[in-house]
Structures are given as structure tokens and as C-alpha cells.
């Protein structure tokens, strides 16, 4: 689904990403981890076009990604940030519905994927027309997954999408957000920090450090047989506290 081909990305003069090779398997939840700034959320925003390599390619289904199929392909993708990055002005609904009015679907085509996302993403048809500061941060959430989902992309994106939110209410939306993944089928690359929550979502799980693929595999095969030190010591510190 989508390839990257010796991919290189800096900030000044330090290496986001360092010739990365990748394949992101469709119809599978592909989970990048690890500390912060080792390149887990440049890979979101380099396929969302956020971002342009420096250097390599990236192809999204065998079409590489570049500033003339940008437009095309970004409308086969949808995007979760933290904390939901919904529009404070506008109501849960019109920030659903926004990018779907955009490109002038139908009211009888929206209010459809409206209503059959409400009931794959468990928010009540009743708190549509309220403020994001009048919703709590799963309801939050939910309408950020909800809007992600309104244009049926084929990709899904999720950047610590759960980090913000009390235990209890994350247990929840984790399993949600399993069966929602499970049931619409879609080919999802999530990002977190936590090796439990990497161990629920991923088919695949891909360990980082400094800009590099440090081992990939399933939780499996990464618990039985770390790459290095450097994998055994992140297993273990993640041991020790959620894990």
C-alpha cells in the first residue's frame, strides 16, 4: 500500500529519517514506536504530504507522492492527531462534514456516511451539534475519527491519538478503535510511545531511534529475539511501568 524508497528527511542540520526502507501492508495496522523525536511522527506527515523527503521516494499504491498527485492521494488518506485538532468555532457535525461539503458531496450522501460512521464510532447522534469545549476528550476523539473517516480513505493515520486521555477512558477507545480498525478494514499506521498499547493495535511493530529502523516485526518476534541492546533495553523500561 505504501512504499518508501531510501527516504531521508532533515531539520537543519539533524536527521529526521536516515535512508529509510519501508512497506506498509494493506488492510493491516502497522504501529511505529518509540522515543521522542526518533522519526515516528515525520513517516505520518511525509505520507500525508505535510512533509516533502529530501531525498527518496515514497509511492502510494505503486503512484509515488509527489506535488502533482499530492492533491489526488491526500483525499485517499485520513489523519488523527492527538488532542483531535478539531475546529473550535465550527460544531462537532460541521467539523465532520467539512472536507465532504468541500468536494460537493451530496446531503443525501453525507447524512448517510454520517450516520454509519456514528454507529461504527459510538458517538451519539445527540451531542453532534455541540462545541468541541462543551464535549470531554473521548467525544473529542471519537469526532476526530469520525472526520477522518467521512471521505472512506484507504488509509488511516493516527498520531498518538489516545496520549491525552485518562486511563480509564483510553482502555475504552483502545478497544473501539480496535473493532472500528478491524471492521472497516482499512491499512492504519499508528504512532505511540507505549509498548501496551503498540503490543493491542499492531499487526506489525516497528521499533525507532534516532531517525532509523532499529527492528520490525511482531510483538512476538521482537520479545523473543531483540535486534540489540538498544531493543532489550526499551522492552525493559516499558516493563516497567505500563508493560
Known sequence: MIEFQKVTKKFNDSYALKEINLNFDGNKTTVLIGSSG??????????????????????????ELNPVSLREIRRKIGFVIQGGGLFPHLTAKENVILMAKELRKTKKEIQAKLEELLETCHFKKDFLGHYPSELSGGQIQRVALIRSLMLDPKVLLLDEPLGALDPVIRSSLQEELRETFRQLRKTVIFV???????????????????GEIVQLGTIKEIISNPKNDYVSEFLNSQRSTTW
Open 38 to 63: 526518533c522519526g515516528k511522527s515525520t513517516i505520518l506527515k511525509l505520507i500525508s504530504g505535510l512533509l516533502s523527503p529530501d531525498s527518496g521516494q515514497i509511492k502510494f499504491n505503486g503512484e
Open 192 to 210: 505511540t510511545h507505549d509498548m501496551a498499547e503498540a503490543e493491542f493495535f499492531g499487526d506489525n511493530i516497528i521499533l525507532m531511534k534516532r
